[in-house]
């Protein structure tokens, strides 16, 4: 699949749930509604989605959510894409979660084929979690954490750059990955949907925050790349990764290799950008997949060059979707 500005999209991220069981303030609201079990396609329809998009060259899939690991038999849907992997027919099959539920969890996913997750951890100080997720506990965050790097996971922290409420604690988290092995990714908040917080408050650029990490630690360009948005460096201490999403100063658009599709079955050819293509019409019309071949091939064919994420004070979100619809 090779969309009009020449990119070759081979990452598909798969939002199987809008669901969460924690209310980050930066995500969501805390009076959110969710969509209407009905409206939602089932585990069997994503797999067989899935599918279709890996005869269409996709070698990497993530899945995320909302919450994926909160939707019932999700690990069903974790075998059957594992199994692709164990067939060779893609390189990669991987998760972000909240880790609320990796202790029950991380095992199952290392079984399945999965070697690699992402886990979003914004803060180690426990009323600071239980404030910016406001229902979460962080010890069952770190329980998680722990098994999965029990089960053999690799892991990558993502944290969200958080004004006055992490950024004193950048080092401590740099300090902590490099303890456990971790790499550990930073990421500016963007304006998805709306949340009560004004994001003018929570917005912390990541250029202050690296030339705050730079007087503590020594970080090495590095050529590292997952084809996604994050630079990288290299923490020489500790030997770990230290990666920063930067869209709001950065823009990364220009090698995006990815497409999002929702629990719905609605394609997103950019996360910040309207334009969607349902393909849950196509998946339901026919048990062949020609239709859905073809929905899929229009969408590529319509992927926009980029974003425009602008946050100022009064400003409406770039577009009214959260992000917990699309996935991270
Ligand atoms: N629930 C899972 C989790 O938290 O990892 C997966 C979905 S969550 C929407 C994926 C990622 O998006 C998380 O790392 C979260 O911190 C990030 N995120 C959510 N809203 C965001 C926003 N407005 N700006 C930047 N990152 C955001
Ligand atoms: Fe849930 Fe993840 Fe959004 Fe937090 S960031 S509310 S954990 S979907």
Redesign the pocket.
């Known amino acids: 699949m090779i969309d009009p500005f020449g990119r070759r999209v081979s990452y598909l991220r798969v939002s199987v749930t809008d669901r969460?069981d924690?209310r980050?303030v930066?995500?969501m609201a805390e009076d959110m509604t969710f969509l209407p079990k009905a409206e939602v396609l089932g585990l069997e329809e994503l797999e067989r989605l899935c599918g279709a998009f890996v005869r269409k060259g996709v070698r990497k899939i993530r899945l995320?959510?909302?919450?994926?690991l909160v939707r019932r038999n999700v690990m069903s849907l974790v075998d059957g894409l594992g199994r692709l992997v164990k067939a060779g027919a893609l390189d990669e099959l991987t998760l972000?979660?909240?880790g609320t539920q990796l202790a029950k969890h991380a095992e199952g996913l290392a079984a399945a084929g999965i070697r690699r997750i992402?886990?979003?951890l914004?803060t180690l100080d426990a009323a600071k979690f239980a404030a910016v997720t406001r229902w979460g506990r962080l010890e069952q965050v770190l329980d998680g954490v722990m098994a999965a790097r029990q089960a053999g996971l690799a892991v990558k922290i993502?944290t969200?750059a958080l004004k006055g409420v992490n950024e004193g604690e950048m080092d401590r988290m740099v300090e902590w990955c490099g303890r456990h092995g971790f790499d550990l990714c930073l990421?500016?908040?963007?304006?998805?949907?709306e949340v009560s917080d004004d994001r003018t408050h929570q917005y912390l650029p990541l250029s202050l925050v690296r030339r705050r990490l730079e007087s503590r630690w020594t970080l090495a360009e590095s050529d590292y790349r997952t084809g996604g948005p994050a630079r990288y460096l290299t923490v020489a201490e500790t030997g770990t990764r230290l990666g920063f999403i930067t869209p709001m100063t950065h823009n990364f658009c220009r090698s995006c290799n990815r497409v999002r599709v929702t629990c719905t079955g609605t394609l997103f050819m950019c996360l910040g950008q309207e334009d969607a293509v349902d393909l849950r019409a196509p998946l339901r019309a026919s048990e062949s997949d020609h239709l859905l071949e073809a929905a899929i091939d229009a969408a590529i064919g319509r992927k926009p060059k980029g974003h425009d994420f602008i946050i100022d004070r009064g400003a409406a979100p770039a577009v009214a979707r959260?992000?917990?619809v699309t996935?991270?």
Not at 64 to 68: D, I, N, S, V
Not at 188 to 193: A, I, R, S, W, Y
Request: aromatic share 4%; hydrophobic share 25%.
């Open positions: 969460c924690l980050c930066y995500c995320t959510g909302g919450e994926p972000t979660t909240n992402n886990v979003s914004d993502n969200v990421i500016e908040t963007m304006p998805l949907g959260h992000m917990s996935g991270g």
